[in-house]
């Protein structure tokens, strides 16, 4: 779609604007009428007006929760679609985004913790050991690694992982008011305090990010190809999983397990700028962010006055194309 | 001097062993053939001395020091391998494919150079792809394909060049043109050429020198003339079959006994 460079550049800077214009959207948007005018109040001349409060403690953190929370997997799906060869690979596919919301249940139920800083750590342990976990799985037999093998042993990852979270909720039901709203996946009530507790592994994930793609463009090639050009191509999957690690994690340990957007955005996302992941990946950011601002601002609309998990809004999008990808087959 | 070498090499997955305490050393300047038959252990034998492979034991050594224990970027300067099956990523161009050759050169500070523009047109120009260079890989046919990765490899600036099966898959013609343009690439460039190649008469024709491996060791080798008969042929390959000369080059042809038809007495060469 886009061919030249500049072409890809003015791309950036429109999805700029669109994610800018949408979290401002995010903030004037709901069930509570709110004004450009009154936004500007509520910096400039805090009046302690409910509309105020909501504006400073709901609406912001919830604009900037989805933007980064949407960016993070779908460029974590990038990273694992690319690495991994395989079309159908997104951190809830492989069961990444299982794995860490399992570790934060067990985390708040079982051994009562409520500190975020901590939560997200087990998030990061959660969503590694299934990264591991699957990629182990997946490459076992003679054969090695193949995208079927690998994508039965994420969905029975993401299974196990489910059902073990289940198990927890079914015997501690105090646990499950607490965080049944969070693992259908929401961006909504969350304190923004939690983003920025995670916001240093986000950003290590970004600049992270930033540097793989020419790696993975040579990767991308086949695994001979790029040791015989000297790529020492472990050290790139080793980074490919630090990155998808730290963004599935972080955006688990803030928002839920939020399905579908790290599957369907890096197809999107290559579609419109082709196959070198250095401008696929910040593509990805931007449409992660703009899909899941927009699916967060739809919520608000479908059961007013109540609100629909995001989680189901991007399921409700995403398990057709999958269902598409899918039927299209492995031959990519 | 010797441009690779192996060292009482011995290779395999798990447990099991493929090839077996080899050591040889590969001409500078000259194109090596390697035979044997399915399984031998051949391409196994040629993806150690890329790298590859690790060694169970031994060592590959690339201008006398030990390829393991060079940076691999390094490696990548001198020698360059074409693996057997390759497959570019959907919409990818020629040109794109072919600038990847230019990877082990950049690093964070060194981006595109001037020399790095210089070394993917010889390369395009070298395998005659230049008019492709805008074109999608998916679009081309096996041989023009085959000759775009051959390009990245060169536009790599390689003194030695590996390549597994480069015309498996390939018609008659194309078979021809690629091994045309690799025994130019080595006439023209003195580029140490060692492949894998499965048709014997071609190998025969094309290589100064002949490895042939059978149960995991180096049954012989040599100048094709030297050392392919019918009984090396038997031994290798367990086939019967006559050695005569190549009506156009004069170097040996094998034709293998079997069934099938028979003209002889009823109809001479007219």
Request: neutral net charge; contains cysteine; charged residues 15%.
């Amino acid at each position: 779609m886009l061919k030249s460079n500049v072409t890809k550049l003015v791309g950036i800077f429109i999805g700029i604007i669109l994610v800018l214009l949408l979290m401002w959207s995010s903030v004037i948007f709901g069930l509570t009428k709110i004004t450009p005018q009154m936004v500007i109040d509520a910096f400039s001349n805090f009046n302690g007006s409910n509309e105020h409060i909501i504006i400073k403690d709901v609406r912001i953190p919830r604009a900037l929760i989805a933007a980064a929370v949407g960016a993070n997997l779908a460029i974590a799906g990038t990273i694992m679609q690319g690495l991994t060869n395989n079309p159908l690979a997104s951190p809830s596919i492989f069961g990444v985004n299982a794995g860490a919301s399992f570790f934060v249940v067990f985390g708040i139920s079982t051994l009562g913790i409520s500190s975020l800083a901590t939560l997200s750590w087990f998030a990061f342990a959660g969503a590694a050991l299934a990264a591991v976990l699957v990629y182990v799985l997946g490459s076992m037999g003679r054969d090695g690694m193949t995208p079927v093998k690998l994508t039965l042993a994420g969905a029975a990852m993401a299974a196990l992982f489910s059902s073990f979270t289940q198990g927890i909720l079914t015997m501690n039901e105090r646990a499950l008011d607490q965080v049944l709203f969070w693992l259908a996946g929401s961006v909504q009530g969350r304190d923004l305090q939690i983003l920025i507790s995670v916001l240093p592994y986000l950003i290590v994930g970004w600049i992270f990010a930033t540097f793989i793609g020419k790696q993975m463009n040579i990767l991308s090639m086949g695994e001979d190809v790029a040791k015989g050009l000297g790529q020492k191509t472990i050290i790139v999957k080793i980074f490919g999983a630090i990155i998808v690690v730290l963004l599935a994690g972080g955006s688990v340990a803030i928002a839920g397990p939020i399905g579908f957007i790290g599957i369907i955005i890096p197809h999107i996302s290559r579609w419109l700028v082709g196959i070198d992941y250095k401008w696929v990946i910040p593509y990805s950011g931007l449409l992660g962010a703009t899909l899941l601002l927009l699916a967060d601002i739809g919520a608000r609309y479908i059961i007013m006055p109540a609100e629909v998990p995001v989680g189901v809004m991007t399921a409700l999008i995403g398990a057709p194309f999958f269902i598409y990808i899918a039927r299209r087959g492995f031959d990519r | 001097m010797d441009a690779l070498s192996v060292k009482s090499l011995t290779l395999g997955y798990d447990d099991s062993t493929i090839i077996d305490d080899i050591s040889l050393t590969i001409p500078k300047g000259k194109i090596t053939i390697l035979i044997g038959s399915n399984g031998c252990g051949k391409s196994t034998l040629l993806r150690a001395m890329a790298r590859l492979l690790p060694p169970k034991s031994g060592s590959v050594l690339l201008h006398e020091t030990e390829i393991e224990k060079m940076p691999t970027n390094e490696v990548a300067k001198n020698l360059s391998i074409l693996p057997q099956s390759t497959h570019a990523p959907e919409g990818l161009t020629v040109l794109q494919l072919v600038k990847q050759g230019r990877y082990p050169y950049q690093s964070w500070i060194k981006q595109w150079t001037e020399e790095d523009e210089r070394a993917v047109d010889a390369a395009l120009h070298a395998t005659r792809v230049y008019d492709l260079a805008e074109r999608k890989v998916e679009s081309l046919s096996g041989g023009q394909r085959q000759r775009v990765w051959i390009a990245m490899t060169l536009a790599q600036q390689t003194d030695i060049l590996l390549l597994d099966e480069p015309t498996t898959f390939l018609d008659m013609t194309h078979q021809i043109e690629i091994l045309d343009l690799l025994y130019d690439l080595n006439q023209l460039e003195q580029r140490t050429i060692v492949m894998v190649l499965h048709d014997l008469n071609l190998a025969c024709r094309y290589a100064d020198h002949i490895i042939a491996i059978k149960d995991k060791k180096v049954f012989e080798q040599g100048k094709p003339e030297n050392i392919i008969t019918e009984e090396l042929i038997w031994k290798v390959f367990g086939l019967h079959c006559k050695v005569t000369f190549d009506p156009f080059s004069g170097t040996p042809l094998c034709v293998p006994y079997g069934k099938g038809r028979k003209l002889k007495g009823e109809r001479k060469n007219d």
